[in-house]
């Protein structure tokens, strides 16, 4: 069993939602990421989604943009972040999800990628825009080097599709809670209720839920469902609210822990 599944049969003995903290590797600068993430475990988080920030992230709304922005400002690159998670696995062994798209890894090198991300503690791999059918020139790389392919879902996504991404699939089942970009939303989509419970059917994966959850009432309303719950936009907001100073870590730890409370049924 993998770490990532680990920590939500951990989760859900605990009977709770397993929470997964989404932030920008870089943002405002790696030493600062591996401060975040060592508050987000404090605060307690099961999970994080490190963002790779790509020039064009056509998946991403203006919250997570403007973050890239700032971490390929600060000279972030994969290179740098797989250094970033090394560091971090001197104090921490939280599971982490590097969540992509396929255009930085291509140009690292597949093969190389995944042997290095494998090396430095890396546990799995989300990349947003490659499919189930093009998910064969990474499977087996990131395989070779014990990575869980994280496959996304959709609101729209069929029975068939849901299955496939399964089957490919390992660590957990992401379900995007609504169609668009990522980005702070006020409302919870009623009908993400029949999604979670289709999903969960379909899928031998746990069920994890984002984009667009960003307060302890829409985070109590999905972890009544699903398996688990990311938060991403709003704590990205919330490190560039703040920036670059001393007392960011802590300021995040307060921000995360009611959205972690908030994961008990």
């Known amino acids: 069993m993998s770490s990532i599944t680990d920590a939500f049969t951990t989760a859900r003995k605990s009977r709770r939602s397993a929470f ?11 030493d600062r990421t591996v401060e975040v993430v060592r508050s987000l475990r404090r605060g307690g988080a099961d999970l994080i989604e490190l963002g790779v920030p790509f020039s064009d992230p056509i998946a991403d709304g203006p919250p997570n943009q403007r973050a890239a922005e700032r971490a390929l400002a600060s000279g972030t690159n994969l290179g740098g ?6 560091e971090i696995r001197r104090h921490e062994d939280i599971p982490i999800v590097l969540f992509t798209y396929a255009n930085p890894v291509v140009r690292y090198g597949i093969n190389r990628f995944a042997e290095d991300a ?11 825009d490659v499919p189930v059918e093009e998910m064969h020139r990474f499977s087996q790389p990131l395989a070779s080097a014990s990575l869980d392919p ?18 490919i699939g390992g660590g957990f089942l992401y379900l ?27 899928s031998k994966l746990p069920v994890a839920v984002g984009f667009g959850i960003s307060t302890p009432a829409q985070v109590s309303a999905v972890a009544a469902r699903a398996d688990g719950v990311v938060v991403g936009s709003a704590i990205v907001d919330r490190i560039a609210e703040l920036g670059d100073v001393p007392e960011l870590g ?9 959205l972690v409370e908030a994961c008990r049924r």
Request: aromatic letters at 4%; a positive charge.
């Open 81 to 86: 972040i797989l250094e970033c998670v090394q």
């Open 150 to 167: 994280i496959m996304l879902v959709t609101p729209t996504s069929t029975k068939e599709r849901i299955r496939a991404a399964s089957r």
């Open 250 to 258: 802590d300021a995040v730890q307060r921000f995360v822990t009611p």
């Open 20 to 30: 997964v903290a989404y932030i920008t590797a870089g943002d405002p600068n790696l």
């Open 118 to 128: 494998g090396a430095v503690g890396v546990d799995g791999v989300l990349f947003t």
């Open 176 to 202: 995007v809670s609504r169609t668009g970009v990522t980005g702070v939303r006020v409302e919870v989509a009623s009908e993400l209720v029949d999604r979670i419970k289709l999903a969960r059917k379909l």
